[in-house]
């Protein structure tokens, strides 16, 4: 069982930054890829990014390419998602998830574990 515990989200203004953080508890975190996904009420969880076991590939939407950089940090087991020049319509609760493969995975039933979300509201 791996616990994820999301942190990092809150109010911005458009344009503004914001830095996501995911805490693992899995002791052997460096074998599990970590995707972040985000959702608002009444809509499909949305994929946003994805990083593979080690960091070495990374994948992203095309609505927040050029915006967004995922990375982990395999010593701290833990997953960032450094979010720039955000906008209103990246409103949402931003939710990070865990699948033990050396692979980079986009659907959000692929994963195994998932956090508890965190709200990131950026204002006009």
């Known amino acids: 069982q791996v616990q994820l515990v999301e942190s990092g989200g809150g109010l911005v203004q458009a344009g503004g930054s914001l830095r996501l953080s995911c805490a693992a508890s899995?002791?052997?975190?460096?074998?599990?890829?970590m995707g972040w996904f985000r959702q608002t009420p009444g809509k499909e969880r949305e994929f946003v990014g994805a990083?593979?076991?080690?960091?070495?590939?990374?994948y992203y939407a095309d609505s927040v390419k050029g915006r967004f950089t995922i990375s982990r940090g395999n010593v701290k087991n833990t997953a960032y998602l450094q979010m720039n020049s955000l906008k209103p319509e990246d409103t949402a609760v931003y939710y990070c998830?865990?699948?033990?493969?050396?692979?980079?995975?986009?659907?959000?039933?692929?994963?195994?574990?998932w956090g508890q979300g965190t709200q990131v509201t950026v204002s006009s």
């Open positions: 998830a865990a699948k033990l493969s050396f692979k980079i995975h986009s659907r959000p039933s692929e994963y195994d574990y």
């Open positions: 990083v593979s076991w080690n960091g070495g590939d990374t």
């Open positions: 899995a002791r052997t975190f460096n074998t599990y890829a």
